[in-house]
């Protein structure tokens, strides 16, 4: 089978930055970026057997299994604009996930995954997360510091603060990420890992990782190409 295409997974915490590195990518590279929280609305909105099962887990307050999660995922990487590779934002989150990413890449087309890890410390994940605020109208969120205006730029409604970016509930989350995120880690570490310093500036993080995958800035290049198993890439 000729492999063609990567997953370029993309692991952090809360607020490092992953979404922002994902669009950016998306663009020099010329693939899509998905998430597993757009995938799981993108199923509950087409109401598929797939979907109905998510919305009734979601409309309960439960969790959704580890199990519906990848067939969701699978069946989005088997889509056509996939076919070249894509970024992954949010899978896998177990060590379960990533070992039914490995088996399942294992007999399609992609080549092994790549993995870059956005570290950063956590106070300065907390102050981040402080200053960011939600439009309750379309949803997008800001950073507001030094005196910025505290009103969407896009339909001029009051931003507001989410619950969870509360420092408290910040620290938290943290806490379930590093304890759920360690063992993720390990399995990737000697093969297509890659730490990252994300509390360097964006423009920065994003040459840093084009050049891990072989790629100038702006163009998608030949990225698919085998990586070395591990690189340090902090400043």
Same mark, same amino acid.
């Given at each position: 089978?000729?492999?063609?295409?990567?997953?370029?997974? &993309?692991?952090?915490?809360?607020?490092?930055?992953?979404?922002?590195?994902?669009?950016?990518?998306?663009?020099? %590279?010329?693939?899509?970026?998905?998430?597993?929280?757009?995938? %799981?609305?993108? @199923?509950?909105?087409? /109401?598929?057997?797939?979907?109905?099962?998510?919305?009734?887990?979601?409309?309960? $307050?439960?969790?959704?299994?580890?199990? &519906?999660?990848? @067939?969701?995922?699978? %069946?989005?990487?088997?889509?056509?604009?996939? #076919?070249?590779?894509?970024?992954?934002?949010?899978?896998?989150?177990?060590?379960?996930?990533?070992?039914?990413?490995?088996?399942?890449?294992? $007999?399609?087309?992609?080549?092994?995954?790549?993995?870059?890890?956005?570290?950063?410390?956590?106070?300065?994940?907390?102050?981040?997360?402080?200053?960011?605020?939600?439009?309750?109208?379309?949803?997008?969120?800001?950073?507001?510091? /030094? !005196?910025?205006?505290?009103?969407?730029?896009?339909?001029?409604?009051?931003?507001?603060?989410?619950?969870?970016?509360?420092? #408290? =509930?910040?620290?938290?989350?943290?806490?379930?990420?590093?304890? /759920?995120?360690? @063992?993720?880690?390990?399995?990737?570490? /000697?093969?297509?890992?890659?730490?990252?310093?994300?509390?360097?500036?964006?423009?920065?993080?994003?040459?840093?990782?084009?050049?891990?995958?072989?790629?100038?800035? !702006?163009?998608?290049?030949?990225?698919?190409?085998?990586?070395? =198993?591990?690189?340090? &890439?902090?400043?």
């Amino acid at each position: 089978m000729q492999r063609q295409g990567h997953i370029i997974i &993309l692991l952090g915490p809360p607020g490092a930055g992953k979404g922002t590195q994902a669009d950016r990518l998306s663009s020099s %590279l010329g693939i899509p970026s998905i998430s597993t929280g757009e995938m %799981l609305r993108q @199923e509950c909105r087409s /109401n598929s057997a797939i979907g109905l099962q998510v919305k009734s887990l979601l409309d309960a $307050g439960q969790l959704v299994k580890d199990e &519906l999660i990848q @067939e969701v995922v699978a %069946l989005r990487l088997m889509q056509p604009d996939c #076919a070249q590779g894509c970024i992954v934002d949010g899978f896998p989150r177990t060590a379960a996930q990533a070992r039914f990413l490995d088996k399942f890449l294992a $007999g399609s087309a992609f080549c092994p995954p790549i993995v870059f890890d956005l570290a950063i410390e956590p106070e300065i994940l907390i102050h981040r997360l402080s200053s960011r605020r939600q439009c309750p109208t379309c949803a997008r969120t800001f950073q507001v510091v /030094n !005196g910025a205006s505290n009103r969407c730029p896009h339909d001029e409604a009051e931003l507001v603060v989410r619950s969870d970016d509360q420092p #408290a =509930a910040i620290r938290r989350r943290l806490e379930v990420y590093a304890e /759920n995120t360690s @063992e993720i880690v390990r399995f990737y570490q /000697n093969r297509g890992y890659h730490k990252l310093d994300a509390s360097q500036p964006v423009e920065l993080i994003s040459q840093k990782v084009l050049r891990a995958l072989g790629a100038a800035a !702006g163009s998608p290049g030949d990225f698919a190409r085998p990586l070395a =198993a591990t690189h340090q &890439l902090y400043a």
